[in-house]
């Protein structure tokens, strides 16, 4: 029964989507287009499929030569409108991902608001040498036209063969994808071929002018939750892992390759850690004394300073920071790939002003 009403409220969430998308490329309903570039870094899938890797990567690529902000919803934050993200804020206040991406680039201007329209004519107003916005998570929120979509797809979930929300993972239909310019796989396994990447790119019905990119999570460093300092821990070491993001099996699968994962605790992306979550891990801690407690960069930010977790309990705790590593097809490398990412987004940007150019619409 509870199959026949996913399948029922996957029907009417597909149709509600078919008409609202409809509205919006018939311009009856209108987006609005703004005379600098609206990067929109977004997902078509529930779930994480990497796009704070992305934003961080795109951040660092432009900020040496544009003056860049980034614009997100806040999504789990207990405030509404818009609000300019300090490093010092609590992420009930700004949301989880936001404040990462600030502690990551203080010097970035980070705002979160609901209602992107206004996000940007804020922005625009209040930061006026700021040349580019890079919108998190915008691609659904049609009143904006961005000049550029980039869409991250899961590479172990095939959204051709994905359904609607709530029988599958899909937020949007499969044919919006024709309103990307990039499309960035993500998690590409160790044992991916080349074979594997045109069955991907075949699954996408793309356009010539469509560019595809492959990556898989690359790990830059683990750090102390004490001091945020750069470690080394042991190979093989005792791990107790947990995590609240979009994928916390892949987190876990990561860690067991090179740790003894002994324990693990999942929770619900974006979760909120409380005074019960940390007598959890006390109590795992207690059955694992010579375990280490691994997490996300993502969880880390909302443990770093929590009341809830003891300072006895974040001396164990440690966080992955992780980035992207690009898959390269054959006859190249993983450099060359993430040349030639860089290289596109570089060419569309100037091609900003060029009205023959094809824009994310």
């Given at each position: 029964m509870r199959v026949f009403l996913e399948k029922i409220a996957s029907l009417l969430y597909g149709m509600v989507i078919y008409v609202r998308n409809m509205l919006f490329d018939k311009d009856i309903l209108k987006g609005k287009k703004y005379d600098i570039p609206i990067v929109c870094i977004g997902n078509i899938t529930a779930g994480g499929t990497?796009?704070?890797?992305?934003?961080?990567?795109?951040?660092?690529?432009?900020?040496?030569?544009?003056?860049?902000?980034?614009?997100?919803?806040?999504?789990?934050?207990?405030?509404?409108?818009?609000?300019?993200?300090?490093?010092?804020?609590?992420?009930?206040?700004?949301?989880?991902?936001?404040?990462?991406?600030?502690?990551?680039?203080?010097?970035?201007?980070?705002?979160?608001?609901e209602r992107r329209t206004e996000g940007i004519e804020r922005i625009m107003e209040e930061f006026p040498d700021v040349d580019m916005i890079i919108m998190d998570d915008g691609f659904q929120h049609r009143w904006v036209k961005p000049y550029l979509n980039i869409i991250m797809i899961d590479a172990t979930r095939p959204v051709d063969k994905d359904h609607f929300?709530?029988?599958?993972?899909?937020?949007?239909?499969?044919?919006?994808?024709?309103?990307?310019?990039?499309?960035?796989?993500?998690?590409?396994?160790?044992?991916?071929?080349?074979?594997?990447?045109?069955?991907?790119?075949?699954?996408?019905?793309?356009?010539?002018?469509?560019?595809?990119?492959?990556?898989?999570?690359?790990?830059?460093?683990?750090?102390?939750?004490?001091?945020?300092?750069?470690?080394?821990?042991?190979?093989?070491?005792?791990?107790?892992?947990?995590?609240?993001?979009?994928?916390?099996?892949?987190?876990?699968?990561?860690?067991?390759?090179?740790?003894k994962v002994v324990k693990t605790f999942a929770f619900q992306d974006h979760h909120q850690y409380k005074a019960s979550d940390a007598q959890m891990i006390l109590e795992a801690v207690e059955q694992y004394p010579d375990a280490f407690i691994m997490t996300t960069e993502k969880d880390a930010v909302k443990l770093c300073n929590s009341d809830d977790f003891p300072a006895q309990l974040r001396t164990q705790m440690f966080y992955e920071c992780i980035g992207m590593m690009f898959v390269a097809p054959a006859n190249s490398n993983s450099i060359a790939a993430r040349d030639a990412l860089c290289e596109r987004l570089n060419n569309e940007i100037i091609s900003f002003n060029n009205d023959t150019y094809i824009r994310g619409c």
């Open positions: 990497g796009k704070t890797p992305m934003v961080e990567f795109t951040v660092s690529h432009f900020m040496e030569n544009r003056n860049v902000a980034v614009l997100s919803r806040g999504y789990g934050r207990k405030t509404r409108g818009y609000r300019v993200v300090d490093i010092d804020d609590h992420y009930l206040d700004v949301g989880d991902e936001p404040l990462q991406i600030k502690r990551k680039f203080p010097e970035v201007p980070v705002i979160v608001c929300m709530p029988a599958g993972q899909l937020r949007d239909s499969i044919e919006s994808l024709d309103r990307a310019n990039i499309f960035i796989f993500t998690k590409c396994p160790e044992n991916f071929v080349q074979l594997d990447m045109r069955l991907l790119e075949a699954s996408l019905n793309k356009k010539p002018s469509q560019a595809t990119f492959f990556t898989r999570p690359n790990i830059i460093e683990t750090r102390s939750m004490i001091g945020c300092v750069p470690v080394v821990l042991p190979v093989h070491s005792k791990v107790i892992a947990m995590a609240g993001i979009g994928n916390n099996e892949a987190f876990f699968d990561s860690l067991s390759k090179r740790y």
